[in-house]
């Protein structure tokens, strides 16, 4: 990993010295695996710019990770939570039923999620929401009928593109990023296809229109889950020259010798497609802070404002070397993270 040594200015926000008041000295982190190599990032800068200890940086998904924050307060659980998506209600309900009531929200900046393949694949290149949702949608439809998926190859759907067999490899559902991939390439597809209309034409409420929308089809790994991090899934189109896989840009960009991306509605995924909202897949990444931990944990506060100091996150930060689109309100997240804002 690349080693980020700072200059003095940036160390003004972690120029405190370890201290010896826990039982626990360092800073322990779990959640996505979109965030992950930025937080890898910052903590090996951080451990080796301030005379705190490296932070303990795990992957597991958003829903994980939030999961082991939410268990309660105390030096045996998590202080930071990562998350490619926002917390959800349900889950700042079950943080307070465990005690954990004080939390703070921190947008590092935004990604996108992208579609790609094998380099020397099918000339998977160009797609629209409606051809995602025809490939692995659960039901579609079909001659002005909603039918179980019939289809084998996406050439039978889109002339346009190619006659290879479909086999799709999307984030499992405890992945911050299966939500944004559901919402906003799934549910789209679905009603641009006319099917969810029809679902609800043939009786359904449109909550359960909008369910069905986003199953995906069981019949013989056409459309897969995975539950681990991008390598799992780039090792399965490694080993399925038909693979499409769903990837966060910072992924891609990192191994662009094995993938080739294909456009979404018409504009290719990047930094300045990203950051001027013209990317149709993108999402903010989070994380969160357990307030109770900070002065108790030494260097927390100290850990969440060097991620997001302008060195660190800004747009000529090493985050945005490694796919981050900075964000354009970072210096009201420094103000709120200084001023231990927690969520309302």
């Known amino acids: 990993m690349q080693s980020v040594k700072l200059a ?3 160390l003004a926000i972690a120029a405190v010295s370890a201290s010896a008041a826990a039982a ?3 800073v322990q982190v779990a959640g996505s695996s979109t965030v992950l190599p930025y937080a890898s990032i910052v903590a090996e800068a951080f451990g080796e710019n ?5 932070p303990v940086v795990e992957s597991g998904g958003s829903s994980a990770g939030l999961k082991r924050f939410c268990e309660g307060v105390g030096e045996n659980t998590i202080d930071v939570a990562n998350a490619s998506r926002a917390i959800r209600q349900k889950e700042i309900d079950a943080c307070a039923a465990n005690g954990v009531t004080d939390i703070i929200q921190v947008r590092i900046g935004y990604d996108g999620i992208v579609f790609a393949s094998q380099q020397d694949g099918p000339a998977f290149t160009a797609f629209e929401p409606t051809d995602i949702f025809n490939a692995i949608g659960a039901k579609v439809l079909v001659d002005g009928e909603v039918v179980d998926n019939p289809y084998n190859s996406w050439s039978e759907f889109n002339s ?3 006659d290879a067999e479909i086999a799709m490899f999307i984030p499992g559902t405890k992945h911050g990023t299966r939500e944004v991939f559901e919402e906003k390439v799934l549910l789209i597809g679905c009603e641009e296809t006319g099917a969810y209309e029809a679902m609800v034409s043939g009786g359904m409420s449109e909550d ?5 929308c986003l199953d995906v089809r069981q019949d013989g790994g056409k459309s897969v889950d995975i539950d681990g991090d ?4 780039l090792a399965r189109i490694d080993a399925n020259p038909n693979g499409v896989g769903v ?7 990192n191994n662009q010798d094995k993938l080739k991306v294909a456009t979404m509605s018409g504009i290719a995924p990047s930094t300045e497609t990203i950051a001027s909202g013209e990317y149709p897949v993108s999402r903010p990444l989070f994380f969160y802070v357990k307030k109770a931990h900070i002065g108790v944990i030494p260097g927390l506060k100290e850990y969440a404002q060097f991620f997001v100091a302008d060195e660190i996150a800004g747009p000529t930060g090493p985050l945005a070397n490694y796919g981050l689109v900075a964000d354009p309100e970072l210096a009201a997240t ?6 231990e804002e927690t969520m309302q």
């Not at 301030?50 to 490296?54: A, G, K, M, Q, V």
């Not at 359960?208 to 069905?212: G, P, S, V």
């Open 247 to 253: 990837f966060g840009l910072a992924f891609y960009e």
């Open 8 to 10: 003095a200015s940036a």
């Open 50 to 54: 301030t005379d705190f200890p490296t």
């Open 160 to 162: 346009e593109l190619p």
């Open 24 to 26: 626990r000295d360092n």
């Open 334 to 339: 420094q103000s709120m993270v200084a001023n």
């Open 208 to 212: 359960e229109a909008e369910d069905a």
């Open 230 to 233: 991008y390598t799992e899934t």
